[in-house]
Every structure is written in structure tokens, then in C-alpha cells.
């Protein structure tokens, strides 16, 4: 789990850490940004949508809960449909999904309206654009991951900061009704993203004699191929992360919804109070990108798992003491450090997953974790709401959120230093080398497994690899023999959703 899992993918094709990478990574920015920052964007039509239906504040704030909820709990849903169908074709109907849900409510007749098309179309929808939008990134880039994670996280804040004053400009000239139907024709641009995402594609194999058997394990592979894979709940280190990021999750968006508020209570007028998110998101922009540099570098990524526990660490104590202040002056500095720390999680808390599983169970592995988050998230806010109410006291609220991220960066260190065994010397080898480290483990597993597929002994390996000396008629080594095959193989992709489009 202190390491980095390397892989080449379950197309059999290496990561170009390049190329039509950086595409991928500009669609996965944008859906990032999308996928976070709207639900956001949404409660600036509050008051619009209280006055039209007569209701209060709480049923108003379940439009965006809604949507939490559904880019959280859909992941199983969202994994299936990935390892089924492949990454863009699920990203350009779940574009079309969250298009359609806003415009539909557009016509709304009552609240109940909203939470259908709003909450469950629109956020089903921007679900199955996040997450194949990071399997796909994590399939393009191996070497340069992190940096690449931290640019695709630096999208929320950038679009929160576009998208809150959008909503405040189109409810005033266009109202809610109005607003609405804009920002689904926005959301079409999910489709747009998807189209980025194309598979990975290897080259032609050579038409030369002596390949022909070379494709023969690729209906095994399909055979073995799962649409949700559970085993990654064997891995201690799954299971280590998993626990640690629902602790996490309980505390760790509570201090942007309240802050706006504890100015305010602290005597701020609402523009002053306000300005305070938007200090917040401008630190949370720079952050997650430079958290991303930092992680990249060769001796920090082997122990990315403790870089991710310092940042819990840093933002929950920031919670901590951002808890005793008494003036504007002391949260303009508790938001400019919550932005560092805040943006630092953003950017690792993905990229430690995909070290943990790597490629091949990334896709099952994203869609378990966010299921058990999106109960902390339903959990989280409102029991700090609760906590409030009941004590009229920021300070509480901000105690707790600081406590129950720390506790989650507990978990995560303490659990990961004594239940992992780590192999120091190998993982250091593997990631100077990158991907070749992956092709010659593969290629060193597979020189093992064939000739006892093929003989049904392993006491028959010297026999067969004597054969096939005898059998080259350029007299090469077995060694060069199995490695031309391999070649071969590594040239045509197995059967995958994706490479059929």
C-alpha cells in the first residue's frame, strides 16, 4: 500500500504518460469541475425555488444532498457499466443524462419535481461521467499520474469559482426556470468530454508465422473478465483506505458550508462573508497541482499513502484551530490554510486509491469506495447542522470536523505501517524503471504459468523449452523465442468494450 502498483492495463498497452493523454486529462478537468462544483452552483437558486413552492430551507437543501448522494452511491452502478460497456460510451449517455435532468426541471410544478430531475437524473448523470473520467486517466498515465491527478482535482475550485457567479447572473436575468435550462445546455458539454476519452489501442501484429498460438489465452481472459470485482476487499490495503476515507469524508466538506456563516455570526456583512470561499477555492486551485508535482517525485511516491495521512493531518488540525477564531482577519487565514490542506486531499485522495489496486481493479475498486463514502456524506453535514442547532456554537461544529479528519489520518498511517508488508528495495526498482518493471513481472509470471498450462507438469518445462530450440530454425534461445511471443501478444489488444468503438 506504501507503494505504487504498476500495471499496463487491461488492454495489454502501456500508459503514453503523453500524447492524447493530456486530452484526457483536459476532459477529466472539466468533468471534475462539473461533478463537484455543481451542486454548488444549484443552491444559488435557493430562494428562488423556496418562493416558488412555498417551502423552507431544509427541503431546498436536499436538491444538493441529492446530487452528492448520486455521484457517491452510483459508483457500483457506474463500475458495472464501465467494465461492460467501456469508459466513453457510459461518459457521453451520462452527459446526455445530466443535460436532460435540468431541463426537465425547468418545467417543474413542485419540489418533489426537482429532487427527480435535479437530484437523481442530473446527478446520476454527472456519476457516470466522474468516474470513468478518472478510470481513464489513471489508464493514460503511469510515471506522471500524480501530477496528472493533481491538474484534473485543481477543476472543482476553478469551476466553482466560474459557475456560483454564473448561476447568480443567469437567476437574475433569466430566472430559476431560465437558469436551468442554460446550464443543462452547458452540461451537454459532459458529452463533448466523453468523446475525448478514446481507448487505448495497440499496434498491429506482424502477420509472421509462429504467432498464430499467441492468441489463444484471449478467450481464458475474456472468460475471467467480472463486471464488479469484490476481490479487492482481500487486499488489507483497500480495506485500510476504504474505512479511513469514510471516517474522512464525515468532516472534511463541513467547514466550507459553515464558514460563510461563522463570518456572519461573528458580525460580517454578507459580501465580506462570502469572500471568504472565493479565498478559499483561489488557494485550493494552486494547491491541488503542486501537491501533484510534489507526489511525483521518485523518493516522495513510494510513501504517497503517508504524504496522503500529513495532509488529513494539516487540514484537520487547520479545523482545529480555526475553531477559536473571533475576527475576519483570523478566517481569512484559517481559509487560506484549509485551501492548502483541502486542495493537498483533493489531489492524493484518488491517486493513493489507484497506487493501491492499479489499473485492472481501479474500475471496481473507485465505484466500492465511493458507495461507502456517499453514506459518510449524508452522515457528515447534517449531523454537524444537528450539532449547531443544538449548541449555537461554531466552535463545536468545527471541533468535530477537525477531530474526525485527524482520526481518519490515524486510521490511515497506523494501520498502513503495521498490517502492510512493504518491500522497500523492490518498489523503489519498479518505479525508476516504470513500465518496463510491469512488462518484465508480467513476462516472468507468464514464462511460469504457460508451460504448465501446455504440459500439465512443471517437471516438463526443461523438455518443452529444449523443443522449442530444436524447432527454431534460426537457432534462437527459448528465452528469445517466448519473448518474440509475448511481443506479439502485447501487440493485439484483448477483447475489451472500449477498442470496439
Given at each position: 500500500?506504501?507503494g ?37 452552483a444549484v ?19 436536499w ?5 452528492l ?11 458495472v ?14 452527459g ?15 419540489i ?23 478510470i ?23 469551476a ?14 433569466y ?7 442554460i ?13 475525448l476519452?478514446r ?40 480495506v ?5 476515507a ?14 460563510v ?18 479565498i ?5 486551485i ?49 481559509c ?32 466500492l469506495?465511493?458507495l ?17 442547532d ?5 466552535m ?106
Amino acid at each position: 500500500m506504501g507503494g505504487v502498483a504498476l500495471d499496463d492495463g487491461p488492454s495489454g498497452v502501456n500508459a503514453p504518460d503523453g500524447g492524447w493523454g493530456w486530452a484526457v486529462l483536459f476532459g477529466c478537468f472539466v468533468i471534475t469541475g462539473f461533478s463537484y462544483a455543481f451542486p454548488k452552483a444549484v443552491s444559488v437558486f435557493v430562494k428562488e425555488l423556496m418562493r416558488e413552492f412555498g417551502v423552507g430551507y431544509r427541503d431546498t437543501a436536499w436538491v444538493s444532498s441529492i446530487i452528492l448522494a448520486m455521484l457517491y452511491g452510483s459508483g457500483p452502478l457506474c463500475s458495472v457499466l464501465v467494465n461492460r460497456f467501456g469508459c466513453r460510451p457510459v461518459m457521453m449517455v451520462g452527459g446526455i443524462f445530466a443535460s436532460m435532468g435540468m431541463i426537465l426541471a425547468a418545467f417543474s410544478t413542485n419540489i418533489i419535481h426537482i429532487y427527480l430531475c435535479t437530484g437523481v437524473i442530473t446527478g446520476l448523470g454527472l456519476a457516470l461521467n466522474f468516474q470513468p473520467s478518472l478510470i481513464m486517466l489513471n489508464r493514460y498515465f503511469s510515471e506522471k499520474r500524480p501530477l496528472a491527478n493533481g491538474l484534473a482535482a485543481a477543476g472543482s475550485p476553478v469551476a466553482l469559482c466560474c459557475l456560483s457567479p454564473l448561476g447568480q447572473v443567469l437567476q437574475y436575468y433569466y430566472g430559476w426556470r431560465g437558469g436551468f435550462l442554460i446550464l443543462g445546455g452547458i452540461l451537454l458539454n459532459c458529452c463533448a468530454c466523453g468523446a475525448l476519452m478514446r481507448p487505448l489501442t495497440a499496434p498491429k501484429k506482424a502477420d509472421t508465422p509462429g504467432h498464430e498460438d499467441s492468441q489463444e489465452p484471449a478467450p481464458k481472459a475474456k472468460a475471467k473478465a467480472q463486471l464488479l470485482d469484490f476481490s479487492v476487499f482481500r487486499d488489507r490495503g483497500f480495506v485500510i483506505y476504504t474505512v479511513a476515507a469514510s471516517i474522512m469524508v464525515l468532516g472534511l466538506f463541513v467547514p466550507p458550508l459553515f464558514v460563510v456563516s461563522y463570518a456572519k455570526e461573528l458580525g460580517n456583512e454578507d459580501t465580506k462573508s462570502a469572500l471568504l470561499l472565493a479565498i478559499l477555492g483561489l488557494v485550493d486551485i494552486f494547491a491541488r497541482p503542486t501537491c501533484g508535482i510534489i507526489a511525483g517525485l521518485k523518493w516522495v511516491r513510494p510513501h504517497c499513502v503517508y504524504l496522503f495521512s500529513f495532509a488529513l493531518v494539516f487540514n484537520g488540525i487547520t479545523d482545529l484551530i480555526g475553531s477559536q477564531s473571533k475576527d475576519y482577519a483570523s478566517l481569512v487565514v484559517f481559509c487560506i490554510f484549509f485551501g492548502i490542506s483541502y486542495g493537498m486531499v483533493g489531489a492524493l485522495q484518488f491517486e493513493v486509491l489507484m497506487a493501491i489496486v492499479g489499473t485492472q481493479k481501479f474500475s471496481s475498486a473507485i465505484g466500492l469506495v465511493l458507495l461507502m463514502e456517499a453514506i459518510a456524506v449524508l452522515v457528515g453535514p447534517p449531523s454537524a447542522g444537528q450539532l449547531l442547532d443544538y449548541t449555537k456554537n461554531y466552535m463545536f461544529v468545527f471541533l468535530l470536523a477537525g477531530t474526525e479528519v485527524v482520526l481518519s489520518a490515524f486510521v490511515l498511517a497506523i494501520c498502513n505501517f503495521l498490517f502492510i508488508k512493504k518491500k522497500p528495495a523492490q518498489t523503489e526498482a519498479a518505479l525508476e524503471a516504470g513500465q518496463t518493471a510491469a512488462e518484465l513481472e508480467h513476462l516472468s509470471k507468464t514464462s511460469r504459468e504457460e508451460p504448465q498450462r501446455a504440459n500439465g507438469d512443471t517437471e516438463n518445462q526443461e523438455e518443452q523449452r529444449g523443443s522449442m530450440a530444436q524447432d527454431d530454425p534460426e537457432g534462437s534461445t527459448p528465452t528469445e523465442a517466448f519473448q518474440q511471443d509475448r511481443h506479439a501478444q502485447n501487440g493485439a489488444v484483448s477483447s475489451n468494450p472500449e477498442t470496439n468503438l
